[in-house]
């Protein structure tokens, strides 16, 4: 009993080995990761089209939950830029933004989102995440970072501006650039330029300074700090609100409320789909990364417990005033970093901002939203990655196709489409690479026992034996395709009077193939040709003798392609049957 409940709540497992190292280690990497998140919270709330407390609010119970049911020492939980675009992107199809209507939306999100990845990790499906390309993940992000970055423009210009595609976003900025605000243009672009600069440049001046490293890199992360309070001044000093410039205003002073979902079955069925594109979506990101930094420190992670620990996180943004939430590379790389020893460092996180939330949101009142906007560009023009596009030419022309068809649908037709079409592009070249497997004709190499592809090697061969080595599980996409490859083979002539399957790569044969295999076998005896295997894996040869085939079989089972060629490269027969084509 205890050891399955450690199992679903991991903080038993890591709780009972916790010291005061480790407390030190966890609590100076949270007072790192709380000056990063508080900027990119109140951001992230502001692209969802929520009030910025609602940033805070999904930044502490859910680090709190994942603490508790998460595997990764490492990631940090929270509202990230791709999930706060496609919150915003699915809730202001069924609410406007600004209303009570729009929140609730917001947290119906979350709650469907959590109990999907909570079904999922129950169930053990974390596998299906694998189905997704990398290739076509990167590709979407690189789409949904240009789009999060043409959507805060807005607010850099100080004008208003709508759409969720490039080509609405761009026709709707020009149409207002007439209205810009002067001054929020300065603020937003000084903002934005000291932001890129405190990336690159920050830290090398400070220990250019004679200041120590650590010190140095905590200052470099405080950037976004120093910019809020920075403009935030520059506001309130010079009366800049009352010029034009939009700020954030009023926030709450509280601890996250206990909020409640809405459950009417047609908000339900609206926000169903993409609460499912969200969850995987955010799965992938998180669980990415997580591994990443896992195997740094040559741990591991379980994405079946990732999912029960998401799916909580969420269910507590949907109680709490949050919306969907997810692991983030920034922040998770940052806690990394700073020396995070175990999930403590999240709930030490959470305890900062909820400090935060409770005793320093009226110092934000004059916060410019352009601040916040380049917090947002900044960080999102680090996903934009181009090179994708040519990596994916120079590997596969396929996996370019997909990768090209997911940033311009993603651009042109909105997040939602260009994430649907992302999980749809990424099944199907799986599909098509795997209805097309390499098949390979061998031959002995001389000398030895080994069999190579007589198109890359100098081989033996019998002109009577074909011996065709299958590269590919076979299923029922692929299954013809090696069907028709042998009729084609040995319907070329009469030579052939053996036809070997190597079968040493295959660790799997569905039913499908099964019939395939038999109706090959069907018409090679008809034609007087043996059929043979080789090398079947035992899983695989406990399946065929669960049906007829080995039975029926026109030919024998070697355990080896050597012991094959040893029995049948000598014994030509002539050819019997009528090898036409069928």
């Given at each position: 009993m205890?050891?399955?409940?450690?199992?679903?709540v991991?903080?038993?497992?890591?709780?009972?080995?916790?010291?005061?190292?480790?407390?030190?280690?966890?609590?100076?990497?949270?007072v790192?990761?709380?000056i990063?998140?508080?900027?990119?919270?109140?951001a992230y709330a502001?692209?969802?089209?929520?009030?910025?407390?609602?940033?805070l609010?999904?930044?502490?119970?859910?680090?709190?939950?994942?603490?508790?049911?998460?595997?990764?020492?490492?990631?940090?939980?929270?509202?990230?830029?791709?999930?706060?675009?496609?919150?915003?992107?699915?809730v202001?199809q069924?609410?406007?933004?600004?209303?009570?209507?729009?929140a609730?939306?917001?947290?119906?999100?979350?709650?469907?989102?959590?109990?999907?990845l909570?079904?999922?990790?129950?169930?053990?499906?974390?596998?299906?995440?694998?189905?997704?390309?990398?290739?076509?993940?990167?590709?979407?992000?690189?789409?949904?970072?240009?789009?999060?970055?043409?959507?805060?423009?807005?607010?850099?210009?100080?004008?208003?501006a709508?759409g969720?595609?490039?080509?609405?976003?761009?026709?709707?900025l020009?149409?207002?650039?007439?209205e810009?605000?002067?001054?929020?243009?300065?603020?937003g672009?000084?903002?934005?330029?000291?932001?890129?600069?405190?990336?690159?440049?920050?830290?090398p001046?400070?220990?250019?300074?004679?200041l120590?490293?650590r010190?140095?890199d905590?200052a470099t992360?405080a950037g976004?700090?120093?910019?809020?309070?920075?403009?935030?001044?520059?506001v309130?000093?010079?009366?800049?609100?009352?010029?034009?410039?939009?700020?954030?205003?009023?926030?709450?002073?509280?601890?996250p409320?206990?909020?409640?979902?809405?459950?009417a079955?047609?908000?339900l069925?609206?926000?169903?789909v993409?609460?499912?594109?969200i969850?995987?979506i955010?799965f992938?990101?998180?669980?990415?990364?997580?591994?990443t930094?896992?195997?740094k420190?040559?741990?591991?992670?379980?994405?079946?417990q990732?999912?029960?620990?998401?799916g909580a996180?969420?269910?507590?943004?949907?109680?709490?005033?949050?919306?969907p939430?997810?692991?983030?590379f920034?922040r998770?790389?940052?806690?990394?970093d700073?020396?995070?020893?175990?999930?403590?460092?999240?709930?030490?996180?959470?305890?900062?901002l909820?400090?935060?939330?409770?005793?320093?949101t009226?110092?934000?009142?004059?916060?410019?939203?352009a601040?916040?906007?380049?917090?947002?560009i900044v960080?999102?023009l680090?996903?934009?990655?181009?090179?994708?596009?040519?990596?994916?030419?120079?590997y596969?022309?396929?996996?370019?196709?997909?990768?090209?068809?997911t940033?311009?649908?993603?651009?042109?037709?909105?997040?939602?489409?260009g994430?649907?079409?992302?999980?749809?592009?990424?099944?199907a070249?799986?599909?098509?690479?795997?209805?097309?497997?390499?098949?390979?004709?061998v031959?002995?190499v001389?000398?030895?026992?080994?069999?190579?592809?007589?198109?890359?090697?100098e081989?033996?061969?019998?002109?009577?034996?074909?011996?065709l080595?299958?590269?590919?599980?076979?299923y029922f996409v692929?299954?013809?395709?090696?069907?028709?490859?042998?009729?084609s083979?040995?319907?070329?002539?009469?030579?052939i009077t053996?036809?070997v399957?190597?079968?040493s790569?295959?660790?799997?044969?569905?039913?499908?193939?099964?019939?395939?295999?038999?109706?090959?076998?069907a018409?090679l005896?008809d034609?007087?040709?043996?059929l043979?295997?080789?090398?079947?894996?035992?899983?695989?040869?406990?399946?065929?003798?669960?049906?007829?085939?080995?039975?029926?079989?026109?030919?024998r089972?070697?355990?080896?392609?050597?012991?094959?060629?040893e029995?049948?490269a000598?014994?030509a027969?002539?050819?019997?049957?009528?090898?036409q084509?069928?």
């Amino acid at each position: 009993m205890m050891h399955a409940l450690r199992q679903y709540v991991p903080i038993l497992q890591w709780g009972r080995t916790y010291d005061r190292a480790a407390f030190a280690n966890d609590a100076v990497a949270a007072v790192i990761v709380t000056i990063m998140l508080i900027p990119q919270s109140l951001a992230y709330a502001l692209l969802a089209g929520l009030p910025p407390e609602a940033g805070l609010y999904a930044s502490i119970v859910p680090i709190l939950l994942y603490a508790i049911l998460g595997t990764s020492s490492a990631l940090a939980v929270g509202p990230v830029a791709v999930v706060s675009l496609l919150t915003a992107s699915a809730v202001g199809q069924v609410a406007e933004a600004g209303t009570a209507g729009y929140a609730v939306a917001a947290l119906t999100l979350a709650f469907l989102s959590g109990a999907f990845l909570l079904l999922m990790g129950l169930l053990r499906l974390g596998f299906l995440a694998n189905f997704l390309s990398h290739p076509v993940i990167a590709g979407f992000i690189t789409a949904s970072g240009i789009l999060i970055a043409a959507s805060q423009l807005k607010h850099i210009f100080g004008i208003d501006a709508h759409g969720h595609t490039l080509p609405e976003l761009i026709t709707s900025l020009a149409a207002h650039l007439g209205e810009a605000s002067i001054p929020t243009l300065v603020i937003g672009i000084l903002a934005t330029g000291f932001l890129f600069w405190v990336r690159k440049g920050m830290k090398p001046l400070l220990r250019a300074l004679g200041l120590g490293s650590r010190l140095a890199d905590v200052a470099t992360k405080a950037g976004p700090v120093l910019a809020v309070v920075a403009t935030t001044l520059a506001v309130w000093a010079l009366g800049l609100s009352e010029n034009g410039v939009r700020i954030v205003g009023a926030v709450p002073q509280s601890l996250p409320p206990f909020t409640l979902p809405g459950f009417a079955p047609d908000l339900l069925k609206a926000l169903l789909v993409p609460a499912i594109l969200i969850s995987i979506i955010g799965f992938v990101e998180s669980v990415s990364v997580a591994q990443t930094l896992a195997a740094k420190k040559r741990q591991r992670i379980d994405p079946d417990q990732e999912l029960i620990a998401l799916g909580a996180a969420n269910l507590g943004a949907a109680f709490t005033g949050g919306f969907p939430v997810t692991g983030g590379f920034s922040r998770s790389v940052v806690n990394f970093d700073a020396g995070a020893e175990t999930p403590a460092a999240g709930a030490f996180t959470a305890l900062g901002l909820a400090v935060a939330a409770l005793l320093l949101t009226p110092l934000i009142y004059y916060l410019p939203k352009a601040t916040l906007a380049a917090t947002i560009i900044v960080a999102v023009l680090s996903l934009v990655d181009f090179s994708i596009l040519r990596k994916t030419w120079a590997y596969s022309r396929a996996d370019f196709a997909a990768v090209a068809a997911t940033i311009l649908l993603t651009l042109g037709l909105g997040v939602e489409i260009g994430v649907a079409a992302g999980v749809l592009l990424s099944i199907a070249l799986h599909l098509y690479k795997t209805s097309r497997p390499h098949v390979a004709e061998v031959g002995r190499v001389p000398g030895t026992q080994h069999f190579r592809n007589i198109l890359r090697h100098e081989v033996e061969t019998a002109p009577h034996l074909l011996t065709l080595r299958v590269d590919e599980s076979l299923y029922f996409v692929n299954a013809r395709f090696l069907e028709d490859l042998v009729q084609s083979r040995v319907t070329e002539g009469c030579a052939i009077t053996d036809v070997v399957l190597m079968f040493s790569a295959v660790n799997e044969v569905d039913f499908s193939a099964l019939e395939s295999l038999e109706a090959i076998n069907a018409r090679l005896r008809d034609m007087g040709v043996g059929l043979h295997f080789s090398e079947v894996k035992g899983p695989v040869m406990d399946r065929l003798k669960r049906s007829h085939l080995i039975e029926a079989l026109n030919g024998r089972v070697f355990l080896s392609q050597n012991d094959a060629w040893e029995a049948l490269a000598g014994k030509a027969r002539p050819c019997t049957g009528a090898a036409q084509p069928s």
